[in-house]
């Protein structure tokens, strides 16, 4: 454990660097855990690169849809990249280590992509609402300098709404041990090690938690309940079986992503359990930013339709 000591300059003893202590000390489990991390950042890039291509590339998908949709992909990209990485390093080090600034930088990323992300999800759910319920003014109100407003907003709504939680939550005094039963740089784990009380802390974390993830929610569930009041009205069933299929690969997204966020940070500290927050973490940094791909190309005929087009569009110029 690595301490500076200050003294000689009137200060208590402070950590200068962390050490993740979340991997299993069998040998065995690491490899595996390892081989699966890079198996699943490899293809969560692969998938998420591929629908930006596609959305870059066909104009059929030149649509606010999939403009938000590719601003999905881009996010989840850095995502995993934020995580994954220090996450294999750890593996391979053995449990590795992070400088005192790495972390809050750190920790500022992934929060401020998970915010962006309850914002981007929130902003799809509106655009679905819209296309649905309006579709008469649906060009006019969802227009690309519109797209382009609601997009800049949800990022920057990503990176200053976590911005004095990750301030206040690294003002405090970290003097000692250092060691985070973590994967990465999260708020709970971290806060357990503050040599401080941390009471006011979690309550004012839990209100922008709140304000981060249910506030958007909100918006999810009004969008949807508008959307299926409409859809039920629709005379004839294909209307209402192509309505579903537009917003399911969104809504199972949004199920999980919100479920694993909202059970993640908005629990009482009595109720964070070490292992229970690492499993939590794995799905919402890991899993559900790999499976997103695969959700939007699996259960979208128009991304299939893309991606036959693009394929189509390589054999004829090899062919040539």
Known sequence: MRIANDTALGNPSRVTQFIFLGFSQDP?????????????????????SVLLLLTALDPALHTPMYFFLCNLSFLEACYTTVTIPKMLASVLAEGGTISFLACAAQMQLVLSLGTAECYLLAAMAYDRYRAICSPLHYP?????????TMATACWLCGILLP????????????????????????IHPVLRLACADTSRSEVFIVLISFLITVVPFLTVLVSYACIICTVLKSATAEGRHKAFSTCSSHLTVVVLFYGSACAMYLRPKAGHVAEVDRVMA???????????????????????AALRRLGGRKRFRGAI
């Not at 065995?28 to 998420?48: C, E, H, I, K, P």
């Not at 006019?140 to 382009?148: E, G, T």
């Not at 559900?288 to 128009?302: A, C, G, V």
């Open 140 to 148: 006019l109100l969802m227009n690309p300098r519109a797209c382009a």
């Open 163 to 186: 911005m004095g939680k990750v301030i206040w939550i690294f003002s405090m005094p970290y003097c000692g041990p250092n060691e985070i039963h973590h994967f990465f740089c999260d």
């Open 282 to 304: 794995l799905l919402y940094t890991v899993v559900t930013p790999t499976l997103n791909p695969l959700i939007y190309s699996l259960r979208n005929q128009e991304v299939k």
């Open 28 to 48: 065995a489990t690491r490899v595996l855990f390892g081989v699966g991390l890079s198996f699943t950042y490899t293809l969560s890039l692969a998938g998420n």
